[in-house]
T-cell receptor, first 114, second 115 residues
Framework: QKEVEQNSGPLSVPEGAIASLNCTYS??????FFWYRQYSGKSPELIMF????GDKEDGRFTAQLNKASQYVSLLIRDSQPSDSATYLC??????????????FGAGTRLFVKA | DGGITQSPKYLFRKEGQNVTLSCEQN?????MYWYRQDPGQGLRLIYY???????QKGDIAEGYSVSREKKESFPLTVTSAQKNPTAFYLC??????????????FGPGTRLLVL
């Protein structure tokens, strides 16, 4: 069973702090990794994607990928109350019939306290 | 503006009734998807389509049906056989099927409630 695991939270951080969200995945051959943000009652919106080991920065967001350890993380610097949302990790995994399938984690709820 | 639209925003179903959720995209994407999201749970794939006139079952296809007669449109019908349809339904599209680097973009969702 292909899996993507996230801590459900809630993760609570004070305003201005760094929020660290983690995700592990089961398929060692996975190549593409995505972070989505989902506000309550809304649809997921893409924050960023990462394909290569290491860090990728986009504004206050940094995605970190470690394929050897099969985890991907998202760091949010200078957290704001508007960052309070559920963060979904998604991984494109190989399927037996060929091709890929996107598997979503259940998400981590983040709460940024003002 | 390019994007994905879903309608209606809220939908109420009576017992034994079939209902259809609309999904339209003008992104010129080949692949389209339907997901179901229940409270506190991740997204579960219902159906997906790589090209017009072709679609495949996802992980929870029972009680649902789809069609893909046009590239832009991928409607989902929730049939009376789906005994627990109350959920948030999300339509997504990507340039191609989930290959390396293929990113899925989501519509605003339809919330289905059973009367």
């Amino acid at each position: 069973q292909k899996e993507v695991e996230q801590n459900s939270g809630p993760l609570s951080v004070p305003e201005g702090a760094i929020a660290s969200l983690n995700c592990t995945y089961s398929d060692r051959g996975s190549q593409s990794f995505f972070w989505y943000r989902q506000y309550s009652g809304k649809s997921p919106e893409l924050i960023m994607f990462i394909y290569s080991n290491g860090d990728k920065e986009d504004g206050r967001f940094t995605a970190q990928l470690n394929k050897a350890s099969q985890y991907v993380s998202l760091l949010i610097r200078d957290s704001q109350p508007s960052d309070s949302a559920t963060y979904l990790c998604a991984v494109n995994m190989n399927v037996n019939t060929g091709g890929f399938k996107t598997i979503f984690g259940a998400g981590t709820r983040l709460f940024v306290k003002a | 503006d390019g994007g994905i639209t879903q309608s209606p925003k809220y939908l109420f179903r009576k017992e034994g009734q079939n209902v259809t959720l609309s999904c339209e995209q003008n992104l010129n994407h080949d692949a389209m998807y339907w997901y179901r999201q229940d409270p506190g749970q991740g997204l579960r794939l219902i159906y997906y389509s790589q090209i017009v006139n072709d679609f495949q079952k996802g992980d929870i296809a029972e009680g649902y049906s789809v069609s893909r007669e046009k590239k832009e449109s991928f409607p989902l019908t929730v049939t009376s056989a789906q005994k627990n349809p109350t959920a948030f339904y999300l339509c997504a599209s990507s340039r191609n099927q989930a290959g390396e680097g293929e990113t899925q973009y989501f519509g605003p969702g339809t919330r289905l409630l059973v009367l």
